[in-house]
């Protein structure tokens, strides 16, 4: 960090030009990839992520299948050319770290005991990262495991919030989650009140803190709305097709 | 964290008996085990520590080396953290390359010392953008007996707090060593406090069979400040936004008390 960049202008203006308390333009599609049994694409800024999800299916390796549930298995991966630099394509310390903590955080929403010794797979590629890949690919997975028809208690959805410019913010970019002082990052269950992930980097004073989960709360409700409209979107889009089929 | 076996009789003990506020070892929900923590026990490591938390054992090494800095930050040192799952640590530990679990405590142990900055990175750049220090904080867990992370921070601020940096000067450009030592310069003691969530509870320090039980944990590391820097929860369970509120008060106290043990060494 050689110079710093004003992260909010005088009139409270951030670099891409939203107020302090405003998600990022989303865009959700459901049902995109024809081979997986479930998928879903999220546009969300300048991120853009594909979700896949596979199973429930027969567990491989065998002896990793569990008698009483599904084994449910996440890879958060990035793509080479989704950022700056090139990403080396292995998997670094950090994409192990995040697989486990987007899959913790979508277990709780899955009928596992339904589908004993089978896994159910979910991929999530980062095809362009911009900040909070990590709530936007469990935004986007939650959506994929629906459109796959897996049983789910909730959907789950993840938003960030944090502190940057000196103030609090929801939703941080590249540059805010860079530059900024702190980024928490978390996934909700809506109809719970329930919280399945929570990360935080940076400095926060606990009273900070509590308004970063409430902004971010606030986000999460917000996308909620949106991962519903898509899901109905996917199906409208069939019954248009097929009553026009019908006509003819 | 580990599929150690408990009992189902022993699962629902532990799980009752914190329904009524108490636990089986006979802690409060807010007491930590006992602490014990010994520095400089490995004189070929530039710093070094031993923590027990009840039976969980951890080590630190801190080796100190020569490197290049990350291109966007050329005026800093850099600082890398490894955890290594000892298989002498526990039946359920094996030898290979690390695993998930071994990368998480590696990071959050990481997050906490980095975030709130502890170590004066800047302070070892030698020649901006070509030769820093590395510093390597090596976590080696020794006995698993539940609640590594807090473990492993504590054993990790205690082995920088006497670490010890050779002393170098610039001829032509190239670094040589000269003889003599100084302290690591160091500015914060960061204090991670670990909940397990167990029958709608938070519980302070979790062993391993409490670990086993919980359906969510919760991590959260201070500055001297009193300012969170780091944040992971982990586990398949969920909390509410009434439990993470309670947590931070909580974890705001302990973390103190244990920054108070951690300063007496």
Not at chain 1, 196 to 201: A, E, G, P, T, Y
Not at chain 1, 202 to 212: S, Y
Request: charged share 30%.
């Amino acid at each position: 960090m050689t110079e710093k960049t004003i992260l909010i202008n005088k009139e409270g203006i951030r670099t891409d030009g939203r107020k302090l308390s405003e998600l990022r333009p989303i865009k959700l599609e459901v049902g995109i990839l024809s081979n997986a049994d479930g998928s879903a694409y999220i546009e969300q800024g300048k991120n853009k992520i594909l979700a896949a999800v596979y199973g429930p299916r027969e567990a491989h390796p065998r002896h990793l299948a569990l008698p009483d549930k599904a084994l449910l298995r996440c890879r958060y991966h990035m793509a080479p050319f989704s950022v700056e630099e090139r990403k080396s394509p292995a998997p670094s310390r950090r994409e192990v770290e995040l697989s486990k903590v987007i899959r913790e955080s979508l277990e709780p929403a899955i009928f596992l005991e339904k589908f004993p010794r089978t896994s159910i797979d979910i991929f999530i590629e980062v095809l362009q990262a911009d900040g909070g890949t990590r709530c936007a690919g469990i935004t986007v997975a939650s959506l994929a495991l629906a459109d796959a028809g897996i049983p789910m208690r909730d959907l789950i959805v993840a938003c960030a919030a944090g502190k940057a410019g000196g103030q609090m913010v929801l939703d941080l970019n590249d540059i805010e989650d860079k530059e900024g002082e702190a980024d928490v990052p978390v996934a909700y269950m809506p109809s719970f009140d329930a919280v399945s992930l929570l990360q935080m980097d940076g400095e926060l004073t606990i009273e900070e803190f509590q308004q970063a989960l409430t902004l971010a709360l606030d986000g999460c409700k917000q996308i909620h709305a949106l991962q519903k409209e898509a899901l109905k979107a996917k199906y409208q889009a069939i019954k248009e097709a097929a009553e026009v089929s019908e006509e003819e | 964290m580990t599929s150690i076996m408990v009992s189902r009789i022993r699962r629902q003990q532990i799980a009752q008996l914190i329904t009524d506020g108490k636990r089986l070892d006979g802690r409060g929900l807010n007491d930590f085990r006992p602490i014990q923590i010994e520095s400089g026990i490995i004189e070929k490591a530039e710093g070094s520590a031993r923590v027990r938390l009840g039976k969980t054992e951890v080590m630190v090494g801190i080796k100190i080396d020569l490197g290049e800095p990350f291109s966007d930050r050329p005026n800093e040192g850099v600082l890398t953290t490894n955890a290594e799952f000892v298989p002498l640590a526990s039946p359920e530990f094996e030898a290979g390359p690390p695993g998930e679990e071994s990368m998480e405590l590696a990071r959050v142990v990481d997050r906490g010392i980095r975030e709130s900055k502890a170590i004066e990175l800047e302070k070892l750049c030698i020649i901006p953008g070509k030769k820093v220090l590395v510093v390597f904080i090596d976590v080696y867990v020794l006995n698993h007996d539940g609640n590594l992370i807090d473990a492993s921070t504590l054993a990790s601020i205690a082995a920088l707090m006497n670490t010890k940096i050779f002393k170098y000067e610039l001829k032509d450009g190239e670094v040589e060593k000269k003889p003599g030592l100084t302290p690591l310069p160091l500015k914060d003691t960061p204090t991670s406090v670990t909940f397990a969530a167990i029958s709608g509870k938070l519980v302070v320090d979790p062993w391993l069979d409490e670990e086993e039980v919980m359906d969510a944990r919760l991590t959260m590391t201070f500055d001297k400040k009193g300012r969170i820097c780091a944040i992971q929860k982990g586990g398949v369970g969920t909390l509410s936004p009434q439990q993470i509120a309670e947590a931070t008060s909580t974890a705001k106290e302990k973390s103190e008390e244990l920054r108070k043990i951690v300063a007496k060494r």
